[in-house]
């Protein structure tokens, strides 16, 4: 397992952007396929994206395809969420969470961040 702690996450306007940040404290970061997650008040945790540990594979939910980018750099230990054209149903808690597979569930991910909040106001 590794730790995780995310960051940039904040309140911003609808159809404004944000880049959320995940570093990863632990040597086997480039071994690990990445994932980020979002969980908004009363409802289930939710995949939002994910990229293989090569960073070739990629993939997002059709809600945020088009406007959300996942990308890593395995030198700085990192993954990004780039969110532009933010919606307010875009907020929520979001997390970053690391996979020795490729998965989209939540019961597949080892580990863990604990979460920045995003809010988008209308």
């Known amino acids: 397992q590794v730790q995780l702690v995310e960051s940039g996450g904040g309140l911003v306007q609808a159809g404004g952007s944000l880049r959320l940040s995940c570093v990863s404290f632990?040597?086997?970061?480039?071994?690990?396929?990445m994932g980020w997650f979002r969980q908004a008040p009363g409802k289930e945790r939710e995949f939002v994206a994910r990229i293989s540990w090569s960073g070739v594979t990629l993939k997002q939910v059709d809600s945020v395809r088009g406007r959300f980018t996942i990308s890593r750099d395995n030198a700085k230990n990192t993954v990004y969420l780039q969110m532009n054209s933010l919606k307010p149903e875009d907020t929520a808690v979001y997390y970053c969470?690391?996979?020795?597979?490729?998965?989209?569930?939540?019961?597949?991910?080892?580990?863990w961040g604990q979460g920045t909040q995003v809010t988008v106001s209308s």
């Open positions: 632990g040597r086997s970061f480039g071994s690990y396929n």
């Open positions: 969470a690391a996979s020795p597979s490729i998965s989209d569930y939540a019961r597949d991910f080892g580990s």
